[in-house]
């Protein structure tokens, strides 16, 4: 197994931000030795039938940065999300960084620009990010290194970013009673899921995990935050030892059963672009709904 630079001496100051419309978290990650700061996983708010979109949680997380004298060098996605839109380039616009994402989003927009008919300006190249991470690639949070671990699975292009103790999972796992995430969309596989999932419980026991989505299971209150161990010994559909035979015949079943999320037309194809929305031949925002194309 490939080894990374970890360090849990290193303890970032962790921010949350919760978005009920999606049930999304985002993360303000603040160097406790600087105003360096990054956020990762950002949400662009839409209300899909009438059309609109607003900016009320980036809002939030902006004020916090400028209210806190912070410095925004880095906003990160930890894959191209199928539930909510990014508000990167919003954010970007506003205190500037560097949007960064996984290698594999080349992959992603290859499939999904088939999908939407995307037409020859669309590039596949990901060049419409400003980073392209690839597995065990570092980089700086104001004295803090952090790094990028490839944990495909979910989608083709997941990372979970690694900051001193704390680890941002993305859609790779959820807290200990919510499991895992899905693994059919195109480019998705069970197998890698698990094989990822392993590399990430591989980590210190003490890293703080951060999840990107909670659901509320048995109508508990949100939880955003865990640990390695807790999730190697609680999480429902990997923990205490499950195999990975065992994991690919239930996360199959269960993904058969699953419905497309609500905003997954819109999410991939502003997604793909680093938070961009599409525009027609008058350079009008605007969104497509492929018929059976998902």
């Known amino acids: 197994m490939k080894t990374y630079p970890v360090d849990t001496t290193v303890k970032p100051d962790v921010t949350a931000f919760f978005d009920d419309a999606t049930n999304t978290i985002s993360y303000v990650v603040r160097d406790p030795a600087s105003t360096a700061c990054a956020v990762i996983d950002s949400v662009m708010d839409i209300d899909y039938a009438a059309g609109r979109i607003s900016y009320g949680h980036a809002d939030q997380i902006i004020s916090h940065i400028q209210d806190n004298g912070l410095t ?3 906003i990160i996605e930890t894959h191209v999300h199928a539930d909510h839109l990014s508000a990167a380039p919003y954010i970007q616009g506003k205190l500037g960084g560097k949007i960064g994402i996984g290698e594999k989003i ?7 620009g088939k999908v939407f008919n995307e037409g020859t300006e669309f590039q596949r190249d990901g060049s419409q990010f400003d980073a392209l991470f690839k597995d065990g690639d570092t980089y700086s ?3 803090m290194q952090a790094f990028a671990m490839y944990t495909p699975g979910h989608t083709p292009a997941c990372m979970v970013h690694v900051v001193g103790d704390a680890a941002f999972v993305g859609d790779t796992l959820f807290m200990p009673d919510g499991g895992s995430a899905r693994a059919d969309f195109p480019g998705g596989d069970a197998g890698q899921l698990y094989d990822s999932i392993q590399k990430v419980l591989s980590l210190p026991d003490e890293m703080r995990l951060f999840m990107c989505h909670d659901y509320a299971p048995g109508g508990r209150e949100i939880r955003w935050e865990t640990t390695v161990a807790e999730e190697k010994a609680n999480n429902i559909h990997v923990g205490g030892g ?9 996360r199959t079943e269960r ?7 609500k905003l997954i037309i819109p999410s991939l194809q502003v997604n793909m672009r680093a938070g961009e929305i599409p525009t027609d031949k008058d350079g009008n925002p605007v969104l497509k ?4 194309g998902l």
């Open 141 to 143: 949070i104001g004295k």
């Open 255 to 261: 993904d058969a059963q699953l419905d497309m999320p």
């Open 242 to 250: 499950k195999t990975r035979a065992d994991f690919i015949k239930f």
């Open 106 to 112: 080349m992959v992603v927009q290859d499939t999904f």
């Open 289 to 292: 709904v492929p018929l059976n």
């Open 72 to 74: 925004l060098e880095w």
